[in-house]
């Protein structure tokens, strides 16, 4: 029996030129790697992206850089230095999409500005990744993804009521950011491809790709004058979902459907409040929620999680426990789904990483190549751009490139 040709990657073809820095424009062009685009990041000679120094290192290095710039290639230059913006603009002429995350001006600042950019190839997509957009009155403050984070509404409902709003526990602006970055990428590409349009910037700021995600916050104000408030663990509207105490931890319940809470009062033994004729829809059971998170946890506390989980699943009620990192990579339907691979570092580790999202049924992404580093990939991209030897040692004695 013949073996099945390996898929090629969704972007296969794809050329995409990284100048960005730590997690938006990185964890972006980390999605478009993933799927087959060749990346190539431009870092600063020295250290590099900062990212590399971040939290926990193994061999200096750090472990979460292993994740971020997989499937990528380092090109360590100085943007600072003119010859190193030609450099630059000699690798936009091949690219497809660029992706930057500075404060709005600085690459104007060099030479390599959007109006720059595209007359040397009016085909480019440009995404460009800032705290507040490219115009406004705003644009040119500092905006890291807390601040994001605040400013689009999130840092106000995390909290519990009166106590001081706290952070997600990740750079969740940030990645929202990169989220929205891709999709507007993939978009503008589709649009030129298809409809022959030219290259278009994808402008996104931080607080406005986490304000795209808080659902009816906005309307509720503009209808009612509500301003909606930290709740804690419960779900503001939606009821009964709560996190409810276990004697060994908590257990999450969601059984706000109409259907769902019938069964979940049942498997609780309070049939009374399953057939309240007021709790047959979602109105009436946010009127008497606080009753109904009562109820719940007067069940749960006297059980395990794992004996709350167990007991719900046969009923159809969604529950789960919360996961630290320990839990997730233990459990096995993360390892049946791959979303735990394991990878080697160029420092000849093997390190646990994250799977890859979304799952694609006929070009699914793949992990190529780990994570480089810094300016290992610098003379093969200087050769690649027509530089002979003697050159590329003149740039690095100029310290262009390292």
């Given at each position: 029996?013949?073996?099945?040709?390996?898929?090629?990657?969704?972007?296969?073809?794809?050329?995409?030129?990284?100048?960005?820095?730590?997690?938006?424009?990185?964890?972006?062009?980390?999605?478009?790697?993933?799927?087959?685009?060749?990346?190539?990041k431009i870092e600063a000679p020295g250290e590099g992206d900062p990212l590399r120094n971040w939290r926990l290192l193994q061999d200096g290095t750090s472990v979460w850089w292993q994740?971020?710039?997989?499937?990528?290639?380092?090109?360590?230059?100085?943007?600072?230095?003119?010859?190193?913006?030609?450099?630059?603009?000699?690798?936009?002429?091949?690219?497809?999409?660029?992706?930057?995350?500075?404060?709005?001006?600085?690459?104007?600042?060099?030479?390599?500005?959007?109006?720059?950019?595209?007359?040397?190839?009016?085909?480019?997509?440009?995404?460009?990744?800032?705290?507040?957009?490219?115009?406004?009155?705003?644009?040119?403050?500092?905006?890291?993804g807390v601040i994001g984070e605040a400013m689009g509404g999130l840092r106000h409902l995390t909290a519990e009521p009166g106590r001081v709003p706290v952070r997600v526990g990740v750079?969740?602006?940030?990645?929202?950011?990169?989220?929205?970055?891709?999709?507007?990428?993939?978009?503008?590409?589709?649009?030129?491809?298809?409809?022959?349009?030219?290259?278009?910037?994808?402008?996104?700021?931080?607080?406005?790709?986490?304000?795209?995600?808080?659902?009816?916050?906005?309307?509720?104000?503009?209808?009612?004058?509500?301003?909606?408030?930290?709740?804690?663990?419960?779900?503001?509207?939606?009821?009964?979902?709560?996190?409810?105490?276990?004697?060994?931890?908590?257990?999450?319940?969601?059984?706000?459907?109409?259907?769902?809470?019938?069964?979940?009062?049942?498997?609780?033994?309070?049939?009374?409040?399953?057939?309240?004729?007021?709790?047959?829809?979602?109105?009436?059971?946010?009127?008497?929620?606080?009753?109904?998170?009562?109820?719940?946890?007067?069940?749960?506390?006297?059980?395990?999680?794992?004996?709350?989980?167990?007991?719900?699943?046969?009923?159809?009620?969604?529950?789960?426990?919360?996961?630290?990192?320990?839990?997730?990579?233990?459990?096995?339907?993360?390892?049946?789904?791959?979303?735990?691979?394991?990878?080697?570092?160029?420092?000849?580790?093997?390190?646990?990483?994250?799977?890859?999202?979304?799952?694609?049924?006929?070009?699914?992404?793949?992990?190529?190549?780990?994570?480089?580093?810094?300016?290992?990939?610098?003379?093969?991209?200087?050769?690649?751009?027509?530089?002979?030897?003697?050159?590329?040692?003149?740039?690095?004695?100029?310290?262009v490139v390292a």
């Amino acid at each position: 029996m013949s073996e099945l040709p390996i898929p090629s990657g969704a972007l296969d073809g794809l050329r995409v030129l990284e100048l960005g820095q730590l997690i938006a424009g990185p964890f972006a062009t980390r999605l478009l790697g993933e799927f087959g685009a060749d990346v190539i990041k431009i870092e600063a000679p020295g250290e590099g992206d900062p990212l590399r120094n971040w939290r926990l290192l193994q061999d200096g290095t750090s472990v979460w850089w292993q994740v971020q710039s997989r499937n990528k290639r380092s090109v360590a230059l100085d943007l600072r230095q003119p010859e190193g913006q030609e450099i630059v603009r000699r690798l936009v002429a091949e690219a497809d999409v660029v992706v930057e995350n500075f404060r709005p001006g600085t690459l104007e600042g060099w030479g390599l500005g959007w109006e720059r950019l595209r007359e040397i190839n009016p085909g480019l997509v440009m995404l460009r990744i800032s705290g507040y957009g490219q115009t406004g009155p705003y644009r040119d403050l500092p905006g890291f993804g807390v601040i994001g984070e605040a400013m689009g509404g999130l840092r106000h409902l995390t909290a519990e009521p009166g106590r001081v709003p706290v952070r997600v526990g990740v750079s969740i602006g940030d990645t929202l950011a990169a989220l929205h970055g891709t999709i507007g990428v993939l978009m503008a590409l589709y649009h030129r491809k298809v409809h022959g349009g030219p290259g278009q910037v994808i402008d996104v700021a931080l607080h406005e790709a986490v304000f795209n995600v808080m659902e009816s916050l906005i309307p509720e104000y503009s209808a009612f004058g509500v301003v909606r408030e930290p709740a804690g663990s419960s779900l503001p509207g939606i009821a009964p979902s709560n996190a409810y105490r276990c004697t060994d931890g908590f257990a999450l319940v969601a059984g706000n459907g109409d259907g769902i809470f019938k069964r979940l009062m049942g498997a609780i033994g309070r049939p009374d409040l399953a057939d309240a004729p007021d709790l047959a829809n979602n109105a009436g059971r946010v009127a008497r929620v606080g009753e109904l998170d009562a109820a719940i946890e007067a069940w749960t506390t006297t059980r395990t999680v794992a004996e709350v989980l167990s007991v719900l699943a046969e009923v159809r009620v969604p529950a789960g426990r919360v996961y630290t990192a320990k839990d997730i990579a233990e459990d096995p339907h993360y390892r049946a789904r791959d979303m735990i691979l394991r990878q080697r570092t160029r420092d000849g580790h093997e390190l646990d990483v994250p799977g890859i999202v979304p799952k694609l049924s006929a070009t699914p992404g793949t992990v190529r190549a780990s994570a480089p580093k810094l300016g290992d990939d610098t003379d093969t991209v200087l050769s690649a751009l027509g530089f002979d030897e003697a050159a590329i040692r003149a740039l690095r004695e100029r310290k262009v490139v390292a």
